[in-house]
């Protein structure tokens, strides 16, 4: 799966000199979180989040009045606070390149270039998103965690008892096992019952858990 399939296209976005008393209040009007940040060659240079405007707000023991708050507000713009040169991806960025890299520079967006130009975000929510559908979060069936020897053919003889069975497996996943020999597996199946899945998997893995959701 590549980003292009997921990514919001036309994001919202803010421009060096808007006050961050206006990028608030688009960011609320457009039910977002964060706006991409461009100069006037429509170029993306930072990220403006709601995190970074609450950070640059007086605090609630200010002894300011509302209007004096609001006043400095509207005079402290987006280039002032924004978190500067922002990693970018493109269109044909991969969603676990994206999603590695989110993690590993504790990142909440990633802006989405084409041709020099913004084309889209793709932001944590998205990637929860995605997380759900490949666990198959939305569809009911019986989840099974089970740990397995890290050797070829073990998931191959799992799915090939399901289908003689007529077990359709709706989603399947791996982690790491305690050791450097073993593999989780994390699936789930429909058209059966939990005593039919433990009949499949026990002969050939240990099963960790096992339930109907």
Known sequence: MIIADRMKKNPATASLDMSIKEASEKMKK????????????????????????LLASPSPAS???????NYLLSKLTVKNIMS??????????????????????????????????????????????ILLEM???????VRVE???????????????QFTKEGINIISWGTIEGPTADTKVLTFKVQNATVEQVKAIVEPIAKTLDVRSV
Do not use: W
């Open 63 to 69: 002894t300011l009045s509302t209007y004096e708050i």
């Open 135 to 141: 666990l198959g979060a939305n569809d009911t069936g």
């Open 30 to 53: 457009e039910k977002v979180h964060r706006l991409t940040v461009l100069d006037d060659a429509k170029h993306v240079v930072g990220v403006i989040s709601e995190k970074d405007i």
């Open 84 to 129: 500067r040169n922002p990693l970018t991806i493109t269109k044909q960025t991969t969603v676990e390149e994206a999603l590695k890299l989110m993690v590993e520079n504790d990142l909440s967006c990633l802006p989405v270039i084409e041709n020099g130009y913004l084309s889209g975000i793709v932001s944590k929510s998205d990637m929860f998103k």
């Open 146 to 160: 089970a740990l397995v020897e890290d050797k070829v053919g073990v998931v191959a003889g799992l799915s090939e």
